[in-house]
């Protein structure tokens, strides 16, 4: 993917000098008389993101300064695009305030539009690189936050199972991934029932991508991503309001897709694995049916109390499958309940594990990237809430407190092996444009897990 807010030559290219923002009292006098004139003509208030522009003779933007956090961040950048005019700039940073590799982050994370389906705004500005290596983990982030993205935002008559299957392969396939891909009637086959029935009604053939990478020496990293890439709600249907954004249903997957994409990039020294099921959820005559009782891959038996609960099903197939070569570290993200949205916004990721290293760093990783997530309880007394009477199971069960909790202890019933696993519960969705993330598709805990990873794995 090409990012086309950057530029590689200054040739006509203005300044946009870097100050921190704590420092514009006594440092504004290095940009003349006129900037410090201007400043105080125009109202402008020195804050971390704050853009002056200084005009020339001729009231063109001739020089612009850019205020900065103390230290630097991304989103000092993110917000620096929206008040430039168009053209090229190159950052003036003698001091060194803002590191390339975050001011590239920032600056295309600020520059994604989604625009398949209608003409782009007007031009914007472009950001010149002068040491493309600098800006290497930046630009690595920002191509797989567009991705995701991308996916994300795409409308389901687009983006069916069969094209995220094929999406992911490539990007697998882009690094040199073995992929392997089973579709419809092959998954019962191959064990993944839960997937099979909860996209066996659609027309649209459910399916699942199992990608691996890397050096089979090296520590397993597995990664499951929720691919419901249309949600009914099933026979449980749900009212139409709450259908606008089931297109986003995918987003788990295509976050993790775009996380694997920066770990291959990255050549990080582990072995990857992503596993992303993909179904989409609708009504028909084949449909599962509440009351159901269905046989998982692990071989626990799950009885449906929610047709709409169907996120949990396809990822206890996808989770079995990853805990049956005990990982050293398994982690899932999923677009999976509104009592997560109730409890912490859609901004926050909620984070699930029973793994205090493990919570302790992921936690890190999002305050370090400026990518936050908060951890809720896996609270074990609340698996009485998903009892059933004739299975082992109830996908929904019958409280309507604490559903991102039980939903996560849900999953957690699905990995008996592997100690090291985090269930991340989250939104995948701007719902209004802030510095950085336009409305829309968002890869939110991307930057948190990455970093968790990159810290974990140093190369």
């Known amino acids: 993917m090409t990012l086309h807010c950057f530029a590689h030559d200054r040739a006509g290219a203005r300044r946009l000098a870097v100050m921190a923002a704590s420092d514009w009292d006594q440092g504004k006098s290095r940009f003349g008389a006129m900037a410090a004139t201007w400043a105080e003509a125009s109202g402008f208030k020195p804050r971390a993101g704050a853009v002056l522009l200084v005009p020339d003779a001729g009231g063109a933007a001739a020089l612009a300064v850019l205020l900065v956090s103390s230290p630097a961040e991304a989103s000092d950048a993110a917000q620096a695009l929206a008040s430039l005019p168009p053209g090229d700039w190159f950052l003036d940073d003698p001091a060194g305030l803002l590191p390339l590799d975050k001011a590239s982050l920032g600056w295309a994370m600020a520059a994604y539009r989604f625009d398949r389906y209608k003409r782009p705004d007007d031009p914007m500005p472009r950001l010149v690189l002068d040491d493309p290596a600098a800006a290497a983990r930046g630009i690595r982030l920002a191509t797989s936050i567009w991705q995701a993205r991308d996916l994300i935002n795409l409308p389901a008559n687009e983006l069916g199972p069969a094209e995220l299957l094929e999406a992911i392969a490539e990007t697998g396939a882009r690094h040199g991934a073995t992929v392997r891909m089973i579709r419809g009637d092959e998954l019962l086959s191959a064990g ?14 459910p399916g699942l991508v199992d990608v691996q990478w890397g050096d089979p020496a090296h520590s397993k990293v597995t990664l499951v991503g929720k691919g419901v890439c249309f949600d009914t709600g099933g026979l449980d249907i749900k009212p139409s309001s709450n259908m606008l954004l089931m297109k986003k249903d995918m987003g788990g997957a295509a976050i993790m897709t775009g996380l694997a994409d920066a770990v291959m990039d990255a050549g990080l020294p582990v072995r990857l694995r992503l596993i992303v099921p993909a179904v989409e959820n609708s009504i028909a005559g084949a449909a599962f049916r509440p009351g159901d009782v269905l046989r998982s891959r692990k071989g626990l038996t799950v009885e449906i109390g929610n047709t709409d609960a169907e996120g949990r099903l396809i990822l206890a197939d996808g989770l079995a499958l990853a805990d049956e070569e005990t990982p050293d570290l398994l982690i899932d993200a999923a677009t999976l309940t509104g009592a997560a949205r109730v409890a912490v916004g859609p901004e926050l990721p909620a984070l699930f594990t029973a793994d205090e290293d493990l919570a302790q760093s992921l936690l890190r990783g999002g305050m370090e990237a400026g990518d936050p997530m908060w951890r809720l309880p896996l609270h074990a007394p609340y698996k009485r809430l998903i009892e059933s009477s004739i299975a082992d199971l109830n996908n929904a069960g019958q409280s309507p407190f604490a559903g991102a909790i039980t939903a996560a202890l849900f999953l957690q019933a699905f990995v008996t092996q592997t100690k090291p696993y985090a269930h991340l519960d989250l939104f995948a969705w ?30």
């Open 430 to 459: 701007n719902q209004e444009s802030r510095p950085g993330r336009p409305k829309g598709g968002e890869a939110t805990g991307l930057q948190a897990l990455y970093t968790a990873l990159e810290q974990r794995y140093p190369r």
């Open 192 to 205: 993944f029932p839960l997937v099979h029935a909860v996209g066996r009604a659609s027309v649209r053939a």
